[in-house]
């Protein structure tokens, strides 16, 4: 094995011994889906929709959203592109869907829970997206962000199959959908796990406040438990597990989010390149060996040397 990142990449996701990872982009415009072609990545696994709309005072029409996301998806034409649903709230305000003054927003009525009361925003964007992956040929699938439980992922799915669209998965992003990986992987075609939030609800730290930015650490031992439970599960149920956190963009990470059981990683593209080679440099067997290693170890610097150890 060669040191993370250090040998060339073939375009295709795999290690070694051909155990396929997809390595795909986040992306959250035209300008980011153009990078992600040209870095190589084989699709798209966050497109952040609500990033088109910060700005927006009132909710934008379907004809409107429709071409917007024509324009993100179109460098991808036969290949998978994940689309998540509006996820508003806490770190990403939209006006037009503004909730009460919350005390807590992180905790508050945000992602999916927006929907619940909102039923018609979600059903008029998953209605533009069947008509943007219509007029794009991308192989589109829908995700939901900040789903907590099985109820709300089968809810989700249903809006996702009254629309037309093939595919739907949910976000594992709170420690109780992590938990009950298995029950929510029923009630959907894939997962994906992002990092960021999980990571914030897990170490109960806010992602955007500095002084606690060491227990958001993607190498903590108590997240990648996490990780490994809900990879676990998707090997049980033969179902797509992604990783579309920051954790995804980490070298090193990557083979041990692989050997976790983790079958696709989605990251910025400056990351694309990097962590294809490093998967390419490694087995499956030295990506499982170095998952054990991170996983039993005490602190995050000992599960970044232990996985280093392996490989
Ligand atoms: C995440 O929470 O890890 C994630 C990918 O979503 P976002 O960063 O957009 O909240
Ligand atoms: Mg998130």
Redesign the pocket.
């Known amino acids: 094995a060669t040191s993370a990142g250090s040998a060339e990449w073939d375009g295709k996701g795999a290690t070694s011994d051909e155990h396929r990872i997809k390595v795909l982009a986040n992306v959250g415009n035209p300008a980011d889906a153009s990078a992600a072609a040209e870095a190589g990545a084989e699709g798209v696994g966050l497109f952040r929709t609500e990033f088109s709309y910060l700005d927006a005072d009132d909710e934008p029409s379907i004809d409107q959203q429709r071409a917007a996301y024509r324009a993100v998806l179109e460098p991808f034409r036969g290949k998978p592109v994940i689309v998540r649903t509006l ?1 508003a709230g806490a770190d990403k305000p939209l006006a037009f869907l503004a909730p009460e003054i919350e005390p807590n927003p992180a905790l508050g009525v945000r992602g999916l829970r927006v929907a619940f009361d909102r039923q018609g925003v979600l059903d008029r964007q998953l209605e533009a997206i069947a008509g943007a992956s219509a007029d794009s040929g991308a192989d589109v699938s829908v995700m939901a ?2 789903v907590a439980t099985a109820e709300e992922a089968a809810w989700f799915a249903e809006r996702v199959a009254a629309a037309g669209i093939g595919s739907a998965g949910v ?1 594992i ?1 709170v420690p109780a959908a992590a938990l009950t990986a298995s029950e929510v992987l029923d009630a959907v075609d894939f997962v994906s796990i ?1 990092t ?2 999980l990571a914030q609800y897990t170490f109960a730290a806010d992602r955007q406040l500095g002084a606690v930015a060491k227990l958001n650490d993607p190498w903590q031992p108590g997240l990648l438990r996490l990780i490994a439970l809900v990879g676990e599960a998707g090997k049980a149920k033969g179902k797509p597990t992604g990783v579309c ?1 920051e954790a995804a963009a980490d070298p090193l990470l990557a083979r041990v989010l692989t050997g976790l059981g983790v079958t696709s990683l989605s990251m910025n593209a400056s990351s694309v390149r990097a962590v294809g080679a490093s998967l390419a440099a490694v087995s499956l067997a030295d990506c499982e060996q170095a998952a054990q290693a991170a996983l039993g170890a005490p602190t995050v610097a000992a599960a970044r040397a232990a996985a280093k150890g392996v490989s």
């Open positions: 996820d962000p900040m976000m992003e992002g960021n939030d956190g």
